[in-house]
């Protein structure tokens, strides 16, 4: 997008870029996965115990629900953290293969 070109222009683009590092690119994204996984399932469980704990006769469906919502949440919170971690590895292979300067602008 920031690039203006199409859909298969981008993906071709994305080959080149991961092109020998197709083994760092997978470590990286699994990294990023399994770090999302235990974070969202520690919180899921603390969250559960103590909801547990609170109203310990609550029924399964608002168990459920609440759950199901805390969930949600979670993923909103979590996925800029996700989406800033893939830009940042888009950042690392251009100056690996590109050689990209950051320039800053003097004023």
Known sequence: MAERTGPLQSL????????????????????????MGLVGGVLGMAVNSAVNAMAPSADQSRMFGFNFAFSKLMFIIAMPFYV????????DLRVRKERYEFEVEQG
């Open 12 to 35: 071709r683009r994305s080959w080149n870029l991961s092109r020998g590092f197709v083994l760092r690119t997978f470590g990286y994204l699994l990294l990023i996965a399994i770090a």
């Open 84 to 91: 800033t971690a893939i830009v940042l590895y888009y950042f």
